[in-house]
């Protein structure tokens, strides 16, 4: 399904900027993001990264700039061309997103049955296979409260490559995770990354657990990229800011303190407003 | 001062954003190729869900209503000496005013709050935005169904609750209190028109329902993704489509009892 218009990146993104409400979120970024690598997207909290995930997948509009997938416009092209462009991303939310009204297998099948007019008994042999995939077979009956936030996770996982996509984003996959479960999705993500060869994005903050997989790394901080290479490039990093969020330094170019006037000043000079 | 000026701009625009946005979602969700094999099982979830689940407290609420019309109006009624007529006054008042009122007002806090909880907590879990990643609109998918089984139930709601109430009236009036059965329903089949009264009921109905139907949608679609957003959001429906209910009562029935 792939279209090879440029080999090296799959997403192109040009003097990118976007702003809620008064608050620019981005300023003028440009990122190319390499075909058939996984590429992680890291900053503090509240750097957008989330948002940019949404810039991509056309549920956002950027104020300015450009974002190409294999030379189309993301929000260039008409609502029902992005639905089709979509079929060719796959994405994991952070909550999971798991339709609460479905069981794991329905929820699995949902975007194979929508978009192929496959018989069932084949359906049922790729949701089985993608459930194996993430280790979850003999839980296609459960229903989605039935499971741990981590089970629910490489459910959501098994939807989104459903359908083979080219692209498959992770939003803070690995956040709110106990150690073991974090391990499982950083196998599963190598894993299918190598066996389905499609990009995988993943934006994340936690450090350990992208570095360990990530071909490439975008470090984000306020509404810029601050620093991009490989993982090992980015940890001789020496520049202040990117060496504070690699080293996880509480105190640095993001200051400790909220504002930085005098506390004794504060304390017995300034009276309450 | 000049400042006050601003926020009653700013909040008048904001309210005229909603109005606008709320058209926009109903437009998109209706207007659209029809895709019958998808939407008909859909659709008949949501009217169980919307409409049948709410039969118990219709059904309920038009006998204890229809009960309570027959008493009062045979107390009143019976000092003139005309108690026969309390057949008539209760298949009035139901049908022209209290079945599609009372429908709506229970409908907005039944199946309109769970309607709008229910939206708002798939946006906050993120499940709008996977299903719009999955390549399937969430207006067709979601609300559309919604609607529609919405517009549908409502009118059905106030036709079984006023049926109900009718003969909620009958038990009390003939069974209990010893009207002559035959004058009741008489009296009853005499007054009533089914152009005037009926019909003009079920417009009254139609027309709630799309409006209950559509402000509990919207307000799910359109919350604060957040636990606060969506209790505040359920608040709103409830407020809102009871106050668009009272308020087109009073114009609908201008309209169509005015020129009496």
């Given at each position: 399904m792939s279209v090879n218009n440029s080999p090296e990146s799959i997403i192109d993104i040009s003097a990118l900027s976007f702003s809620r409400g008064t608050r620019q979120i981005f300023r003028h970024v440009d990122m190319k993001i390499p075909r058939g690598k996984i590429t992680a997207i890291m900053g503090p909290s509240g750097t957008g990264k989330t948002t940019l995930l949404k810039l991509i997948g056309g549920q956002l509009r950027p104020d300015g700039g450009h974002i190409e997938i294999d030379g189309l416009d993301v929000h260039g092209i008409s609502r029902q061309q992005l639905f089709t462009l979509r079929e060719r991303m796959g994405m994991l939310f952070q909550s999971g997103a798991l339709f609460t009204d479905m069981s794991v297998y329905e929820n699995v099948a949902f975007p194979i049955k929508v978009h192929t007019k496959l018989p069932d008994d084949m359906v049922r042999d790729i949701v089985l296979l993608k459930l194996q995939a993430v280790g979850l077979r003999g839980a296609r009956d459960l229903m989605p409260s039935e499971l741990s936030g981590g089970m629910a996770r490489r459910v959501a996982l098994a939807r989104a490559i459903a359908l083979d996509p080219d692209i498959v984003m992770y939003d803070e996959p690995f956040t709110g995770q106990d150690p073991i479960a974090k391990g499982v999705l950083v196998k599963l993500i190598r894993q299918i990354n190598e066996a389905l060869g499609h990009t995988s994005i993943i934006v994340s903050h936690d450090i350990q657990e992208t570095m360990s997989i990530a071909d490439n790394i975008f470090l984000l901080s306020d509404g810029e990229v601050i620093a991009s290479g490989s993982p090992q490039e980015l940890l001789s990093n020496q520049t202040e800011q990117v060496k504070q969020f690699m080293q996880g330094l509480p105190d640095g170019p993001v200051p400790f303190h909220f504002s930085d006037d005098d506390v004794l000043e504060d304390l017995y000079f300034t009276e309450e407003r | 001062?000049?400042?006050?000026?601003?926020?009653?701009?700013?909040?008048?625009?904001?309210?005229?954003?909603?109005?606008?946005?709320?058209?926009?979602?109903?437009?998109?969700?209706?207007?659209?190729?029809?895709?019958?094999?998808?939407?008909?099982?859909?659709?008949?979830?949501?009217?169980?869900?919307?409409?049948?689940?709410?039969?118990?407290?219709?059904?309920?609420?038009?006998?204890?209503?229809?009960?309570?019309?027959?008493?009062?109006?045979?107390?009143?009624?019976?000092?003139?000496?005309?108690?026969?007529?309390?057949?008539?006054?209760?298949?009035?008042?139901?049908?022209?005013?209290?079945?599609?009122?009372?429908?709506?007002?229970?409908?907005?806090?039944?199946?309109?709050?769970?309607?709008?909880?229910?939206?708002?907590?798939?946006?906050?879990?993120?499940?709008?935005?996977?299903?719009?990643?999955?390549?399937?609109?969430?207006?067709?998918?979601?609300?559309?169904?919604?609607?529609?089984?919405?517009?549908?139930?409502?009118?059905?709601?106030?036709?079984?609750?006023?049926?109900?109430?009718?003969?909620?009236?009958?038990?009390?009036?003939?069974?209990?209190?010893?009207?002559?059965?035959?004058?009741?329903?008489?009296?009853?089949?005499?007054?009533?028109?089914?152009?005037?009264?009926?019909?003009?009921?079920?417009?009254?109905?139609?027309?709630?329902?799309?409006?209950?139907?559509?402000?509990?949608?919207?307000?799910?679609?359109?919350?604060?993704?957040?636990?606060?957003?969506?209790?505040?959001?359920?608040?709103?429906?409830?407020?809102y489509s009871s106050l668009a209910v009272l308020a087109l009562d009073f114009i609908l029935t201008a309209l169509m009892f005015g020129d009496l």
């Open positions: - | 001062m000049l400042n006050q000026f601003a926020l009653l701009g700013r909040s008048v625009l904001d309210r005229l954003a909603g109005i606008g946005r709320s058209g926009g979602v109903v437009w998109q969700s209706l207007v659209a190729k029809p895709a019958p094999f998808v939407m008909f099982p859909l659709l008949l979830k949501q009217i169980y869900f919307i409409g049948v689940l709410s039969l118990v407290i219709i059904i309920v609420s038009g006998l204890f209503i229809g009960m309570v019309l027959g008493l009062q109006g045979y107390t009143i009624l019976v000092d003139y000496g005309s108690e026969q007529a309390v057949g008539q006054m209760v298949a009035l008042s139901l049908v022209r005013e209290l079945a599609p009122v009372v429908t709506a007002l229970l409908f907005a806090g039944r199946a309109g709050s769970a309607l709008t909880a229910e939206i708002g907590l798939m946006k906050a879990t993120e499940q709008l935005s996977s299903l719009e990643m999955i390549g399937v609109d969430p207006l067709r998918r979601i609300v559309a169904p919604r609607l529609w089984a919405g517009f549908i139930s409502m009118p059905i709601l106030a036709i079984i609750f006023a049926m109900v109430g009718i003969w909620g009236g009958a038990l009390v009036s003939v069974e209990w209190l010893g009207i002559f059965e035959g004058s009741f329903w008489s009296n009853m089949q005499n007054s009533v028109s089914f152009t005037g009264d009926v019909l003009n009921g079920v417009i009254k109905a139609v027309v709630f329902g799309i409006v209950v139907t559509w402000i509990a949608v919207f307000q799910g679609y359109d919350c604060v993704p957040t636990s606060e957003g969506i209790s505040q959001a359920t608040t709103r429906t409830v407020v």
